[in-house]
């Protein structure tokens, strides 16, 4: 399974950016897919997922209500939409996908099996 993290960028506190993760797992839709990211000199955290079943509600509380995922299956394609970023949301963000994860577990990386290369964001201030 490879994955294709895109459109990052520079931005601005308070404009918004979406970012883009190719998949080549098929059949995609039986592959959970998340968002992580890792700022400089800390650990990776969880952003947001979407299951399998499509089901996409699953977001870290710093993202909540500013973040929105959503999965595309006939484009094997999951976005995350960034509105009103923050300084502190800057991040290498990756995408990373599974197909054997259930919803307690979605939250830690080390269950994704396959990673995206990352992508960086920069929000300045």
């Known amino acids: 399974v490879q994955l294709q993290a895109s459109g990052g960028g520079l931005t601005h506190a308070g404009d918004s950016l979406r970012l883009s993760c190719a998949a080549s797992?098929?059949?995609?839709?039986?592959?959970?897919i998340g968002w992580f990211r890792q700022a400089p000199g800390k650990e990776r955290e969880f952003v947001a997922a979407?299951?399998?079943?499509?089901?996409?509600?699953y977001y870290a509380d710093s993202v909540k209500g500013r973040f929105t995922i959503s999965r595309d299956n006939a484009k094997n394609t999951v976005y995350l939409q960034m509105n009103n970023v923050r300084p502190e949301d800057t991040a290498v963000y990756y995408c990373?996908?599974?197909?054997?994860?259930?919803?307690?577990?979605?939250?830690?990386?080390?269950?994704?099996?396959?990673w995206g290369q990352g992508t960086l964001v920069t929000v300045s201030s």
């Open positions: 979407c299951k399998q079943s499509g089901t996409c509600t």
């Open positions: 990373a996908a599974d197909n054997r994860i259930i919803a307690s577990a979605i939250r830690y990386a080390y269950q994704y099996d396959y």
């Open positions: 797992a098929r059949p995609f839709n039986t592959y959970t």
